[in-house]
């Protein structure tokens, strides 16, 4: 499956994005790094293109496009205080999932009440047994970041889901 392919029916369209740059943040004190984290688990922030989401105390989840890789490393590599940033960006593939039944789509793998997430926030969890990353873009749009190894798992889930709601079982 090439980037860009996406698929559309049952009120939904799943298509994987293309590529962007992700560094896993693990740091005990953010405080003076450069650029605003959020502090609350789930919450997100952006600063122009870049985004930042935090998945627990100590953990965030950076992303920008590829064009802004070396700048969005160069500002990491000054950070004073103890701390890991690992380049993540080949390690996964992000859907985007959109439509008025993507959270029927996402009930079929997920044991989150999605309904409930605040739209801008995201979370880590699972779809089946992949673990996942969920953004919640818009009411109806959400954004599942998938390592790479489950990816074809996934999509072959979301592809059954699909045609389940669009047959109405």
Not at 45 to 73: K, M, V
Not at 78 to 89: K, N, Q, T
Not at 124 to 153: G, I, K, N, Y
């Amino acid at each position: 499956m090439n980037a860009m392919t996406s698929t559309a029916s049952a009120g939904v369209t799943i298509a994987e994005l293309p590529p962007t740059t992700r560094i896993a943040l693990r740091i005990a004190d953010p405080a003076g790094i450069g650029f605003g984290l959020p502090t609350t688990v789930g919450a997100r922030s952006a600063e122009g293109a870049r985004t930042a989401l935090c998945l627990g105390p100590d953990e965030w989840l950076l992303e920008a496009p590829e064009a802004e890789r070396d700048a969005l490393l160069a500002s990491l590599s000054g950070i004073a205080a103890p701390h890991s940033a690992v380049e993540v960006s080949d390690r996964e593939i992000t859907y985007a999932l959109e439509g008025p039944a993507v959270l029927d789509l996402l009930a079929t793998g997920c044991p989150r009440d999605l309904a409930r997430m605040p739209v801008g926030s995201g979370a880590r969890t699972v779809f089946d047994t992949a673990q996942v990353v969920l953004v919640r873009e818009a009411d109806d749009r959400f954004h599942l970041t998938v390592w790479r190894s489950f990816a074809p798992h996934v999509r072959a889930l979301l592809d059954i889901a699909e045609r389940e709601l669009a047959a109405g079982l």
